[in-house]
């Protein structure tokens, strides 16, 4: 193996830990907790909330419609069965009587808004409620892929982690250093040659470092400063 062939190895080997690595996080915060099930939960209980408040609401208005019925009804009753004879006794009731038609009909349309809401809060419950048994369902699924997967998952960091410290131990210090500054700036820090020209910056490279990249020599573009490889 020459040596820009163990760059790439290592290279390889590196980014499949870090990929793995990462893998590993994402399992192990799924095994915490989900933030998604967790706003699910919480929207859900401010939506229990606000429908306990508006049928609160409804309750009271419907409590008030009634009992101004009552009132209305105790005032046509007198107005109409002749148990009111004195006119400005009648005129009064009368009076009384439109007032309070005019507070029904506008306690009815506030019944209205209300029960309108009441219905959306109901549909939103009911929405939130299948959406976070549907999310929990998923959860068992997902943990339980997770708990098979990382027994194989630690044998693939393993192996990663081997075929890092193999290539590092063939590899001379000079050119790890080149590689490490060269990765620090660029990714991949080792390109292929494609074409006659850089798998990295794609432009077109000369033929004198071309012939060096055949003869397995160490060599970077000279425009995006990347170590060349077959």
Known sequence: MTVVELLSALEEAEARLSKLEEERR???????????????LSD??????????????LRQQELEVGEI??????HERAIYDGSVRNPAGLERRQHELTTLRSQIAHLEDLELEQMSLV??????????????????????????????RLGT???EQAAA???????LAQIPEATL?????????????????????????????????????RRGQVVTCENCERILSL
Do not use: K
């Open 26 to 40: 994402a399992i192990a915060a799924r095994a915490e907790g989900d933030p998604t099930l967790e706003g699910l």
């Open 44 to 57: 859900l209980a401010a939506a229990e909330a606000a429908l306990r408040s508006h049928s609160s609401t």
């Open 69 to 74: 019925r009552e009132r209305a009804g105790s």
């Open 119 to 148: 219905e959306a809060d109901e549909g939103e419950i009911t929405r939130l409620r299948r959406a976070s048994e549907d999310r929990r369902s998923e959860l068992v699924r997902v943990r339980g892929e997770d708990s098979n």
């Open 153 to 155: 998952l630690a044998l």
């Open 161 to 167: 982690a081997a075929a890092t410290q193999e290539a």
């Open 177 to 213: 250093r080149l590689y490490r500054r060269i990765a620090a700036r660029r990714q991949p820090a080792v390109a292929r040659v494609v074409g006659g020209a850089c798998g990295g910056c794609r432009l077109p490279l000369p033929h004198r470092i071309l012939e060096e990249v």
